[in-house]
């Protein structure tokens, strides 16, 4: 019943932007911590972004300044908004919900992921 819809992914050019979107259903949406990890072959699955239910955010040391992250409680979607994409952003992108609310903390649930090719 629970469902993580992300879309937005593809193919960008070194330098330009990209806007992933999740949209969570069976959930109340208004009550969770959202976020975004990523995780490219062979490295460490990473932080990205998150978003607690309060709209507080916090990134990662590697996007911070580049992404935005934010979300439309009325649509029970949350978003990445990526700019200044470069080579090493190439990823796979898993949307996260986590029932802590206040602070996201790890997810409870997760998308499918959907890729991101920035090309050099």
């Known amino acids: 019943q629970v469902q993580l819809v992300e879309s937005g992914g593809g193919l960008v050019q070194a330098e330009g932007s990209l806007k992933l979107s999740c949209t969570v259903s069976?959930?109340?949406?208004?009550?969770?911590?959202m976020g975004w990890h990523r995780q490219a072959p062979g490295k460490k699955r990473e932080l990205v972004a998150a978003?607690?239910?309060?709209?507080?955010?916090n990134y990662g040391d590697s996007v911070r300044g580049r992404f935005t992250i934010f979300r439309d409680n009325a649509h029970n979607t949350m978003y990445l908004q990526m700019g200044s994409l470069k080579p090493e952003d190439t990823a796979v992108y898993y949307c996260?919900?986590?029932?802590?609310?206040?602070?996201?903390?790890?997810?409870?649930?997760w998308g499918q992921g959907i890729q991101v090719t920035v090309s050099a």
């Open positions: 069976g959930l109340i949406f208004s009550d969770l911590a």
């Open positions: 978003i607690s239910a309060g709209g507080s955010t």
């Open positions: 996260n919900a986590d029932t802590t609310g206040w602070r996201f903390v790890g997810g409870d649930y």
